[in-house]
T-cell receptor, first 114, second 113 residues
Framework: GIQVEQSPPDLILQEGANSTLRCNFSDSVNNLQWFHQNPWGQLINLFYIPSGTKQNGRLSATTVATERYSLLYISSSQTTDSGVYFC????????????????FGQGTILTVHP | KAGVTQTPRYLIKTRGQQVTLSCSPISGHRSVSWYQQTPGQGLQFLFEYFSETQRNKGNFPGRFSGRQFSNSRSEMNVSTLELGDSALYLC????????????FGQGTRLTVV
């Protein structure tokens, strides 16, 4: 199956700093999503980004599908950005039906200090 | 729109018992997927349902089963519970086939003692 590797595993920042989280995957995918897991365990969908670049406020993401990686940028970090960030990928099956199975990386634990 | 609702939020069961977890997707969403999250294995896909049919299944024993009702609500069942089944169980919904963005509920934290 598809392997997903995220780096760094842990990241500690001061409030206001910028950061880049990386996600490498082992095979072609047409489904890539970034999530933030809050302290209560809920996964919040940040981006659906199988290719290209998207921005949402202080967050942006870029996926280079041909090189099998995606980057999540967090600018001017805030304490509320703390938590675990997951990259998850998937592949439409050969029959063309878009199944939703996601394979998750191990996550990046982000801690932002005031 | 209301988000994905999972019940119960917390559950404590004894080894050997069975448990049923419930997931109500976002209104209009027809696909429901289940994931297990543990500290050791991370997030792992259990199964996905669409139109009351299981469309995909992860690598879990047959003790893990699920179903989907005509209103798209889904349940998953774990029989003969083991200590290793202690985990956060997350449900995700998405709108229709071809729309891949997943929205997760807050999860059910199951503890097996």
């Amino acid at each position: 199956g598809i392997q997903v590797e995220q780096s760094p595993p842990d990241l500690i920042l001061q409030e206001g700093a910028n950061s880049t989280l990386r996600c490498n995957f082992s095979d072609s995918v047409n489904n890539l999503q970034w999530f933030h897991q809050n302290p209560w365990g809920q996964l919040i969908n940040l981006f659906y980004i199988p290719s290209g670049t998207k921005q949402n406020g202080r967050l942006s993401a870029t996926t280079v599908a041909t090189e099998r990686y995606s980057l999540l940028y967090i600018s001017s970090s805030q304490t509320t950005d703390s938590g675990v960030y997951f990259c998850a990928v998937g592949l439409t099956n050969a029959g063309g039906t878009s199944y939703g199975k996601l394979t998750f990386g191990q996550g990046t634990i982000l801690t932002v200090h005031p | 729109k209301a988000g994905v609702t999972q019940t119960p939020r917390y559950l404590i069961k004894t080894r050997g018992q069975q448990v049923t977890l419930s997931c109500s997707p976002i209104s209009g969403h027809r696909s429901v997927s289940w994931y297990q999250q543990t500290p050791g294995q991370g997030l792992q896909f259990l199964f996905e349902y669409f139109s009351e049919t299981q469309r995909n299944k992860g690598n879990f024993p047959g003790r893990f089963s699920g179903r989907q009702f005509s209103n798209s609500r889904s349940e998953m069942n774990v029989s003969t519970l083991e200590l290793g089944d202690s985990a956060l169980y997350l449900c995700a919904s998405r709108s229709v086939l071809g729309r891949l963005r997943a929205f997760f509920g807050q999860g059910t934290r199951l503890t097996v003692v």
